[in-house]
T-cell receptor
Framework: DTGVSQNPRHKITKRGQNVTFRCDPI?????LYWYRQTLGQGPEFLTY????????KSRLLSDRFSAERPKGSFSTLEIQRTEQGDSAMYLC??????????FGSGTRLTVV | EDQVTQSPEALRLQEGESSSLNCSYT??????LFWYRQDPGKGPEFLFT???AGEEKEKERLKATLTKKESFLHITAPKPEDSATYLC????????????FGKGTKLTVNP
């Protein structure tokens, strides 16, 4: 059990470019979550997968954001046409049927 | 809408000086209240889950308690390595899987 792994750790992109982040959850965890955290704030929920099905999406997840979890294993979060307001830490979490939400170390996105 | 308010925003303690962090919440039926520790540049690290008023949990120098409106994280004789941001989150009894977080309390323990 190596924990929740997120790649890349840091990403700098120009405004208007597309970016994609990857999350590898703990292998036996069937539930996967994406959160966004800006400086001085707590994490905000973006979306939730159970296995490969995306079951819940926040209103924060605009049309420029899309998340997938093919085959119910790793997940990707893509942001199209990035804006400066997208600069944040993107956190992934996973859990099994118990109550422990385990977070990864996050991907820090900077849009310049 | 579920809400979590943490106080104080920041707290400075001397090593060995005990104190408490507060988490006030409003939620449409509490399914769980979570405490996390977050170090700079890292993801939140799970500490405790509390489910019902009156429940208490302990881990080393930390003790979490829960009432119907708030939770406290008591830190006894803190050490510099306890310096971090402590986050509180709630999950409601509805069908949502999301955790609603507060903004956190930044704790600094000076040697």
């Amino acid at each position: 059990d190596t924990g929740v792994s997120q790649n890349p750790r840091h990403k700098i992109t120009k405004r208007g470019q597309n970016v994609t982040f990857r999350c590898d959850p703990i292998s036996e965890h069937n539930r996967l979550y994406w959160y966004r955290q800006t400086l001085g704030q707590g994490p905000e929920f973006l979306t939730y997968f159970q296995n490969e099905a995306q079951l819940e999406k926040s209103r924060l997840l605009s049309d420029r954001f899309s998340a997938e979890r093919p085959k119910g294993s790793f997940s990707t979060l893509e942001i199209q046409r990035t804006e400066q307001g997208d600069s944040a830490m993107y956190l992934c979490a996973s859990r099994d049927s118990s109550y422990g939400y385990t977070f990864g170390s996050g991907t820090r996105l900077t849009v310049v | 809408e579920d809400q979590v308010t943490q106080s104080p925003e920041a707290l400075r303690l001397q090593e060995g000086e005990s104190s408490s962090l507060n988490c006030s919440y409003t939620v449409s039926g509490l399914r769980g209240l979570f405490w996390y520790r977050q170090d700079p540049g890292k993801g939140p690290e799970f500490l405790f889950t509390l489910y019902s008023a009156g429940e208490e949990k302990e881990k080393e120098r930390l003790k979490a308690t829960l009432t119907k409106k708030e939770s406290f994280l008591h830190i006894t004789a803190p050490k510099p390595e306890d310096s971090a941001t402590y986050l509180c989150a709630v999950r409601n009894q509805g069908g949502s899987e999301k955790l609603v977080f507060g903004k956190g309390t930044k704790l600094t323990v000076n040697p």
